[in-house]
């Protein structure tokens, strides 16, 4: 299962943008008005999101990582986001799909996943999936299961803890996903993502949050081979996901589902065992402020597609403990170097 590397393609990039320096808090209120939003009107975890993009911005993808203190992180800090957040807000914002659908009704809601983030994908397209221009472009049911069906890159988990209090039904959650991904791999570990962020919304510690996590990537793995199967292909067989999490939070190592960063750094297999190692430093450090610290300087030693882990493990890390975290958040003071 190695990333599918086509013509042309250009890997996802970091754009950083500096200058002045400014609270976290701060940055993200103004952002959303920007956009049109009422920050008070959104979940919780958009913040967390929104902030573990910005703090994991600093990191180069398809590399390893470095050292690095939290002073150096925030001073490195971009002040844009990229597309962990952006797509974060689609899935909250848009319409929601059909439990029960159909390629062209997935190209529909595709179409309107795109219309929500156009202005930020036009402007910001390195930070994007480097198959995202062939996935919006394709103009057949051919063209478009084809894509979907290729890529196990980490595009659904990462939108998937914003969509744990949206449904309760797994089967409602699955057509959010197939808008861009219908590979195994990519909707198992949305489905982690999705389990161990509602297992957290419940008040659970992380160990027993993770047999919510394997619960939910067991469901998500059977309704991927379902819907695989209802369109008459062949239906995909990789191993499961959870081994990965848990040989990846029993070693430390987070490169032990993979064998080539180069190649391999976006893989789902790669960033959600990565994210979730992060979400446990945090938790072990203690108070909010040392435990996002923790997580954050982690995701930035672990690379590979660091605003990415960042941004899934402090969307789910904030979840644990929301009010905490949300005030040792907001008073962080970013891009400042």
């Given amino acids: 299962m190695q990333h599918e590397e086509g013509e042309g393609e250009i890997f996802p990039l970091n754009t950083a943008r500096r200058g002045r320096a400014v609270r976290l808090g701060e940055h993200y209120a103004a952002t959303l008005q920007q956009m049109g939003h009422d920050p008070a009107a959104l979940p919780p975890g958009l913040f967390f999101t929104f902030c573990g993009d910005i703090l994991g911005s600093s990191g180069e993808h398809y590399a390893r990582g470095t050292l690095i203190d939290f ?7 971009s002040l844009n986001f990229s597309d962990d957040f952006m797509e974060s807000l689609a899935m909250h914002v848009m319409e929601r799909p059909p439990t029960d659908v159909n390629l062209p009704l997935l190209m529909q809601h595709r179409d309107l996943f795109h219309d929500l983030i156009r202005d930020h994908f ?9 198959w995202f221009g062939a996935l919006f472009a394709a ?3 051919v063209q478009f299961a084809d894509i979907l069906q290729k890529h196990s890159s980490c595009g659904a988990a990462m939108r998937a803890a914003i969509l744990a209090g949206q449904a309760t039904d797994d089967a409602a959650i699955l057509p959010y996903f197939l808008i861009t991904h219908a590979h195994l791999e ?3 570990g949305a489905y982690a993502v999705l389990g161990l962020a509602r297992a957290a919304m419940a008040g659970q510690p992380f160990d027993k949050a993770l047999e919510g996590a394997a619960a939910a990537a067991r ?11 209802g369109q008459g292909w062949e239906v995909q067989d990789f191993p499961p996901l959870m081994p990965y999490i848990h040989k990846v939070l029993e070693t430390g190592n987070a490169y032990a ?6 190649a391999e750094g976006i893989e789902t297999r790669f ?13 072990e450090s203690g108070d909010p402020e040392a435990g996002v610290a923790a997580l954050v300087t982690s995701g930035l ?8 882990i960042c941004s899934i493990a402090l969307g789910l890390y904030g979840l644990f403990n929301p009010d905490a975290t949300s005030e040792a958040l907001a008073g962080l003071v970013i891009g400042g170097d």
């Fill in 139 to 141: 103009k057949t049911t």
């Fill in 71 to 77: 002073a150096a992180v925030l001073r490195r800090a």
């Fill in 301 to 308: 030693e672990i690379g590979g597609d660091p605003d990415t």
């Fill in 122 to 130: 036009q402007a910001m397209s390195l930070t994007y999936s480097p």
């Fill in 219 to 229: 469901t998500g793995r059977r309704l991927c081979q379902n819907f695989q199967r």
């Fill in 186 to 188: 990519a909707i198992e």
């Fill in 257 to 262: 589902p993979i064998h080539d960063i180069a």
């Fill in 271 to 283: 960033v959600v065992p990565a994210a979730f190692l992060c979400v446990r430093r945090g938790l």
